[in-house]
């Protein structure tokens, strides 16, 4: 695999970064797994490689790569607008963000049509990792 992409992020800079590199990722809800006995929150989707310069891409509509992501140390996650036993449901993150709060920080997962994740955790800890090659898009996301 050329260039995988391997994040790990400990702060609410960070979790920044990670999150611009995420968006417009296609998660499918089978794919989401919340382990709260691990007090872990992870999921794979196929990220669109936004960071890959216009001219390195052979491909037109750019490219996706299948990519996985996980926070650790999650001590409660709220769900708004989904449902986990929905599975093949696919989702598109927008974004991640980070705020602290009294007991440590609030994580949010927006995705679009107003579906989000809300985590809470004691410090930021998160891994994003590439798992395979990429491929072609079959779009190149837009936002209005």
Not at 33 to 50: C, I, K, M, Q, S
Not at 59 to 67: F, L, V
Request: charged content about 25%; proline content about 3%; glycine content about 6%.
């Amino acid at each position: 695999m050329s260039n995988p992409l391997k994040l790990i992020a400990q702060s609410e800079e960070d979790l920044a970064v990670i999150s611009t590199l995420l968006q417009d990722t296609t998660v499918r809800i089978g794919d989401i797994a919340w382990l709260p006995t691990e007090r872990r929150f992870a999921f794979v989707g196929n990220r669109y490689r936004w960071e890959k310069k216009r001219r390195l891409f052979r491909r037109p509509k750019g490219e996706r790569i299948r990519t996985a992501f996980h926070f650790n140390g999650i001590t409660a996650a709220q769900l708004h607008g989904l449902d986990l036993s929905d599975k093949e449901t696919v989702l598109d993150l927008l974004n991640i963000e980070a705020h602290e709060t009294e007991t440590g920080h609030s994580l949010l997962l927006n995705f679009s049509g107003g579906t989000a994740i809300r985590l809470q955790t004691e410090a930021i800890d998160a891994v994003a990792t590439d798992l395979s090659e990429s491929w072609e898009a079959i779009a190149k996301p837009s936002h209005d």
